[in-house]
């Protein structure tokens, strides 16, 4: 099948079918799990030609190749992806490739927090200019703060506990004043629910530890690149050395196969809780991107096409001491970081994250809940019985 037929093609049987090639996989539907250090070549001639399709087991195998290329087929507008260890080590990585001594970078105030960490310590101590924008004001938010050498522009949509959407089209704009690459963190809509390169950014980061392995079993990550990208992000990862192991990258695949009828799913089930939450007098409000009424709402409906099953809401006056009543009476819902397999789960939310753009003052504890495949209607049941026990009185 040439490129273009298979663009035509929906997501689900492209999920199904990609990184599917009898050279990885023989007359199996399966790769095999390769386990690989050492590969053997017949000649001198051979190893030293330069085009053998393996050389050594951290550049490559074909369970490696066969995720690369799946995850590179279901993303638009890819060249080329590039398996990681855990998802941070994705986007440590992909920051490698594209700043230099002394540049500019700039991050969502809302990142993910332990990026903002690697940010702050490690790329401040190398001489990386790190400056954090305020995600709702969209353009704006980045405007005045662009310099000549920014070389990076960091994109989390929606941000991390807080959901805000980012207007990436306008940023991707912005970028090109100064030759800025553009890299999102699409861990929460994947790319089923959004195609940030095909809206100009250069780089797509998954934590595949969440919905493309989707069993709460591995940590991996990924970046998917566009041909202006691809080669330096490539060269990086060789450079780095940051490969995974094989039986995280099979789970993966088999995660990914699945991944659209799950997150159909989660969408659904979690759009059914937090429309729920939305009638509770407890709750002063639900941060769910298809809920607001704000810009970032508008935002989402333009450039995604579905919602995941992460949000958060804001229980209006309580303590935190309530709130963690409150958690520690659900039975359905796990309490543990992490998000993307198939169970639901609930934090609390620290009232101090960290925000130098723009402060962060809700109106009451924070709760992010991941809602999973359970019935819908066992975790309403659940979430009612512990709001009635912990209220305040
Ligand atoms: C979890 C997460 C990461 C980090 O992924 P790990 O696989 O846990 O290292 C990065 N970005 C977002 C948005 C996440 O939720």
Not at 154 to 164: D, L, M
Request: with cysteine; aromatic share 8%.
């Amino acid at each position: 099948m040439s490129e273009s037929d298979e663009e035509k093609l929906g997501v689900a049987t492209r999920l199904v079918e990609a990184g599917r090639r009898p050279d990885l996989t023989g007359p199996f539907v399966n790769p095999p799990v390769v386990r690989a250090s050492t590969v053997l070549f017949d000649t001198v001639a051979d190893m030293n030609s330069g085009n053998a399709p393996y050389t050594y087991g951290r550049r490559g195998t074909p369970t490696i190749v066969a995720l690369e290329n799946a995850l590179t087929s279901i993303t638009a507008d890819a060249a080329g992806t590039v398996i990681c260890p855990s998802g941070l080590s994705a986007l440590t990585t992909t920051a490698f490739a594209f700043i230099e001594a002394g540049c500019h970078m700039l991050l969502p105030d809302c990142v993910y927090g332990p990026y903002r960490h690697f940010a702050d310590t490690m790329l401040t101590r190398l001489g990386i200019a790190v400056e954090y924008y305020d995600a709702i004001a969209g353009a704006a938010g980045i405007e005045g703060r662009l310099r000549p050498d920014t070389r990076l522009i960091h994109v989390e949509s929606p941000g991390s506990n807080t959901f805000e959407v980012v207007d990436l089209p306008a940023i991707v704009a912005l970028a090109k004043r100064s030759d800025a690459f553009v890299v999102v963190d699409n861990t929460w809509a994947t790319p089923l629910f959004h195609q940030p390169l095909a809206l100009g950014a250069d780089v797509m980061v998954l934590s595949a530890t969440k919905y493309v392995g989707g069993h709460a079993d591995i940590m991996l990550g990924t970046a998917t690149a566009n041909e202006r990208a691809y080669k330096q992000l490539r060269n990086t990862h060789g450079a780095n050395g940051t490969t995974a192991g094989p039986d995280d990258i099979y789970l993966a695949l088999r995660g990914l196969r699945t991944m659209k009828v799950r997150l159909d799913r989660h969408q659904e089930s979690a759009l059914t809780v937090a429309r729920w939450l939305l009638d509770r007098p407890e709750v002063a409000a639900v941060l769910h991107p298809s809920l607001f009424n704000g810009q970032g709402h508008t935002i989402w409906q333009r450039d995604f096409t579905g919602s995941s099953g992460l949000f958060a809401f804001i229980l209006g006056g309580w303590s935190e001491a309530e709130a963690a009543a409150f958690l520690d009476g659900l039975h359905h819902f796990g309490l543990g970081y992490s998000w993307g397999g198939f169970e639901s789960l609930a934090i609390l939310v620290s009232r101090d994250l960290k925000r130098t753009a723009t402060p962060w003052r809700p109106a009451g504890p924070v709760i992010r809940m991941h809602v999973g495949l359970e019935d819908p209607a066992d975790l309403i049941a659940d979430l009612e019985q512990a709001l009635t026990r912990a209220k305040p009185r």
